[in-house]
């Protein structure tokens, strides 16, 4: 199973950010996987966005709850994240990931997209 990030790299303060994960090899309709939207800021650790399941379900971070949705397109085995209102803060790597079971280890994990918040 193979993950890929896509989506623009620069995103201006107050804007949207639009990221895709198109997912090969697999399903992301699969029993008991969870598609996941992680990110690691310049200097500071991952953190855990939030996830859609394979039922369709989704779960946020509660700090990022009210700025976040993540969806899903079946028809192209691709799921995504939109996360509204960005500030500075939200200048991370992003990156998509896959578990098999929820608050499992990762299995699966794109290269990474860098996305700049710019004033």
């Known amino acids: 199973v193979q993950l890929q990030e896509s989506g623009p790299g620069l995103v201006k303060l107050s804007q949207t950010l639009s990221l895709t994960c198109t997912v090969s090899g697999g399903s992301i309709t699969t029993n008991y996987y969870y598609w996941s939207w992680i990110r690691q800021p310049p200097g500071k650790g991952l953190e855990w966005i939030g996830h859609?399941?394979?039922?369709?379900?989704?779960y946020y971070s509660p700090s990022l709850q009210s700025r976040t949705s993540i969806s899903r397109d079946t028809s192209n085995n691709q799921f995504s994240l939109q996360l509204s209102s960005v500030t500075l803060e939200d200048t991370a790597v992003y990156y998509c990931?896959?578990?098999?079971?929820?608050?499992?280890?990762?299995?699966?994990r794109g290269q990474g997209t860098q996305v700049t918040v710019s004033s």
């Open positions: 859609i399941a394979y039922s369709g379900s989704t």
């Open positions: 990931a896959s578990a098999r079971g929820m608050g499992t280890a990762y299995v699966y």
